[in-house]
């Protein structure tokens, strides 16, 4: 694949993308040397990668599981930290190439301290973008470092955007598989439970995350990463229902030329694109047989049964900590969701009434993006809080 072994770091290594990007890696040691590998609190886990891929440094954010790591790497010479400035340092370990895969608010320091070194980094934190994406676009371009999207739909727009000819792009459309409930009414949607909106039809997920794809929030989160990352106007991103989950995304240009990015619905094959990119790599992942699967299928998107869209579009515009506020009520509404406290369709009626009652401020730094997160998260609690059963408003 490469003339010589790329050093390489991974930021949350025990999850479900840094335990596939460590299945690929391990598949061809030679090529790869393991600077550091980092997680939350998932210590045996960890140092039985740590010994496997001889990493030279590891980090658990979770004191608590310190005893755990230490005692399992004794002997071994591999050294470990425990603690957040101890992932801090994780990213900050001389390599060339870093995944970056440790979720939600706890990923976005030290997300931000690869990208200020000006590596390649393979972005897997969906907050870096939606929360701050202004912020880190603005210091990737001071670093010359290189952002390689890792979300199956921003990865295969990535393969496909044309940067030479940025205005002869008419638009790009994420494709959506529509989640399990995708032909049902929002009075069927009603009385879901948290294991039916967990149950993705194609993708195999964390429950949040399949929840977001269920309330279709996930696109919307979606489209603001992919503004940032390709420089578009909200109004050339498209969504189009998928249920296939094939077509992964689509470009479509000036001249009429529609072209698509197809393959198995296997997260390995995007982060096989990043692990070699500028090249790319064998993988044992499943050839796609487009005779077997028979027929693609296209929908357009209902945004009445599905507004989350629309109210993620209305984030982007606003701007500011627009976006943030909305991520934060999403994540303390799905938590809701899952405790039974608010019904499926609540979820996006709390981010909406959330969206509401949130004066708009600006993101300059981490400091205030973690203040416009506690305030979405302090502002759809009370509105879960306050809730009795009657409809929130949509």
């Not at 929002?186 to 149950?199: F, G, I, L, N, S």
């Not at 009445?304 to 629309?310: E, Q, T």
């Not at 982007?316 to 499926?344: H, S």
Request: net charge neutral; charged share 20%; hydrophobic share 45%.
């Amino acid at each position: 694949m490469v003339d010589k072994a790329r050093s390489i770091s991974i930021l949350g290594s025990t999850g479900s993308i840094g335990t596939n990007t460590i299945d690929l890696i391990s598949r061809m040691p030679e090529q790869f040397i393991v600077s550091a590998l980092a997680c939350k609190c998932n210590a045996r886990l960890l140092a039985k990668q740590a010994k496997m891929l001889q990493a030279a440094f590891v980090a658990i954010a979770d004191k608590n599981a310190w005893p755990v790591l230490r005692d399992s790497l004794a002997g071994t010479g591999i050294e470990a930290a425990a603690g957040s400035e101890a992932v801090l340092e994780a990213a900050r370990r001389p390599a060339e190439w870093i995944m970056c895969s440790i979720v939600g608010a706890a990923g976005l320091a030290p997300t931000l301290e690869a990208i200020r070194r000006g590596c390649t980094v393979a972005l897997a934190n969906k907050e870096a973008l939606v929360c701050a994406g202004s912020l880190f676009i603005r210091e990737a371009m001071r670093t010359g470092c290189q952002i390689l999207p890792v979300d199956s739909e921003h990865n295969a727009i990535f393969q496909l955007f044309d940067t030479q000819k940025r205005d002869k792009i008419e638009k790009i459309t994420l494709t959506a598989s529509g989640g399990p409930f995708r032909t049902l009414s929002r009075k069927e949607m009603a009385y879901k439970t948290p294991k039916q909106a967990a149950a993705h039809p194609i993708w195999s997920m964390g429950k949040k995350v399949s929840i977001d794809s269920a309330t279709i929030m996930n696109k919307g989160l979606e489209i603001i990463e992919a503004h940032y990352l390709f420089a578009m106007p909200e109004v050339q991103i498209d969504v189009l229902i998928h249920p296939e989950s094939v077509v992964h995304s689509i470009v479509s240009y000036i001249d009429g030329s529609v072209i698509a990015q197809l393959s198995s619905p296997d997260m390995r094959i995007p982060i096989a694109y990043c692990l070699a990119w500028p090249q790319r790599m064998k993988t044992i992942t499943k050839n796609l047989d487009l005779v077997s699967i028979g027929q693609l299928n296209f929908f357009t998107l209902d945004n009445d049964r599905f507004p989350a869209i629309n109210i993620a579009r209305e984030a982007l515009r606003t701007k500011g900590d627009a976006p943030c506020v909305m991520n934060a009520a999403n994540e303390v509404a799905v938590e809701a969701f899952v405790a039974g406290r608010i019904g499926f369709n609540e979820i996006i009626s709390v981010v909406y009434e959330t969206m509401q009652r949130c004066p708009t401020e600006d993101i300059d730094n981490l400091d205030s993006v973690f203040r416009a997160n506690a305030k979405g998260c302090r502002i759809a609690n009370d509105i879960i809080s306050a809730f009795t059963g009657v409809q929130l408003r949509r």
